[in-house]
């Protein structure tokens, strides 16, 4: 028989010395409970794409770390336990999987699936500062187009029309970017053995790149043909899958790895983040980022693709990340897919990219979306850090920004409250 909630919950109460709120009282037959409403319960409601059954749990700050331990503990054995047989309103099975992230500024929490009786139990514990429901999210691309204008030529000129790519031979040296996305064909000829995958968080895929998205990204930011900063390192996380779809949770899972591992290889000041993916505004991926950056990584994040403002969606609302909009390198028009709005802090080139395809280690593909816009402006923070020296998300943002103005150039066909910036490597 299951145990009660009520009774777990109590002996770590105890422990507690009462600091933590008393948990609602259960009767472990859940189907005599009308389920509450989610509205009474997560902090995202609303979201179009949520994943039945799935929570992400965000911890208060305030409380001291061996309470929040004592808390999920109990969380993970009452899920683990009574999630056993047991299916959602959806006929699909809930798993017993439980994800812990913990950033090293604090924030900390907790994926898990369970039904909503449960999950308005949890929320009620005083060691939780909110629920998200977990939400899809995909990859920002759209459609291949032929016969693609180089991106990369735009980048080094102050006007469209150019017919070479510019730039300092340092190309990246010295600075690593993690690629958030559906993994990386290391053994692409582009790469030159300077791609790894390090970190997989979909369950029961390969450790590669299944569907092209990943490794079309790396090849913007790192290929020796088409890539921005030629001689950075790529570290392939996936978080996406063969279709290019995956959920917050996954995304945070990668996100949780990340911060651990820019600190055992000492990457502090020296890593960028490019994430070509988005789904509904999540403030559980805005506050990782926000932790990513405080362990010393510039975030890149794609504005999106639904011609909507970006502010509501994530990773790109994150004020703490460098959000890249697309426009077509031709004409310096904006896209007619790229999201907008002011949290949009530069755009790239994004229609009709040739880069890296996966049907062989020769292979190309040309693919439109923020997805290769983004990777654009990751190769770039990877090339000025290197080149220039700088550390810090904000001194990349500035410079960018800086480097963007000297140009004159702006974004035509843009949307009133939108930056007019366009990427520019400061050669010309």
């Not at 929320?123 to 693609?148: C, K, P, R, T």
């Not at 996954?250 to 993916?277: C, H, P």
């Not at 703490?320 to 080139?349: E, H, M, Q």
């Not at 904000?394 to 963007?404: I, P, W």
Request: contains cysteine.
């Amino acid at each position: 028989m299951t145990p009660r909630l009520s009774s777990l919950l109590a002996a770590v109460l105890s422990v507690a010395g009462g600091v933590l709120c008393a948990p609602i009282n259960y009767n472990s037959n859940s189907n005599t409970i009308a389920a509450p409403k989610m509205s009474a319960f997560v902090s995202n409601p609303l979201a179009r794409n949520i994943v039945p059954n799935s929570y992400i749990v965000v911890y208060n700050h305030s409380l001291a770390s061996e309470d929040i331990d004592m808390q999920e503990a109990s969380i993970k054995t009452t899920i683990q336990k009574r999630n056993l047989g047991k299916r959602g309103p959806s006929g699909a099975p809930l798993s017993t999987r439980i994800r812990s992230f913990t950033m090293a500024n604090g924030w900390r929490a907790t994926a898990l699936e369970t039904d909503d009786v449960m999950a308005a139990q949890i929320h009620a514990m005083g060691a939780v500062s909110y629920i998200e429901a977990n939400q899809y999210v995909q990859a920002a691309d759209l459609v291949a187009q032929a016969n693609a204008p180089p991106g990369l030529v735009r980048l080094s000129h102050a006007r469209t029309g150019a017919d070479a790519y510019v730039f300092d031979d340092s190309a990246g040296a010295g600075i690593t970017v993690y690629v958030v996305d559906t993994g990386i064909l290391t053994s692409h000829s582009e790469f030159q053995g300077r791609a790894k995958m390090v970190f997989n968080a979909v369950e029961g895929s390969a450790d590669t790149d299944e569907n092209g998205h990943g490794s079309h990204v790396s090849g913007t930011i790192g290929g020796a043909t088409y890539g921005v900063a030629k001689n950075v390192q790529l570290l392939g996380v996936k978080v996406l899958d063969a279709s290019g779809g995956g959920t917050n949770a996954d995304v945070l899972d990668g996100l949780n790895f990340i911060e651990t591992d820019v600190a055992q290889r000492k990457l502090r000041g020296k890593a960028v983040l490019n994430m070509s993916l988005g789904g509904g505004q999540s403030n559980a991926i805005n506050n990782a980022i926000e932790a990513l950056v405080a362990a010393g990584v510039v975030p890149v994040v794609a504005a999106g693709n639904e011609a909507q403002d970006a502010g509501n969606t994530s990773p790109a609302s994150s004020p703490d990340a460098i959000t890249v909009g697309a426009l077509d390198a031709t004409d310096d028009k904006r896209a007619d897919f790229s999201n907008f709005g002011d949290v949009v802090d530069i755009y790239a080139p994004g229609v009709g990219i040739l880069s890296v395809g996966i049907k062989s280690n020769v292979d190309t593909a040309t693919l439109s979306g923020t997805s290769m816009a983004s990777p654009h402006v990751a190769g770039l923070a990877a090339y000025l850090m290197s080149l220039e020296g700088l550390r810090t998300a904000t001194e990349v943002s500035d410079r960018m920004k800086d480097l963007a103005g000297a140009t004159g150039a702006s974004v035509s066909r843009n949307v009133k409250g939108t930056t007019s910036n366009i990427a520019n490597n400061g050669i010309q």
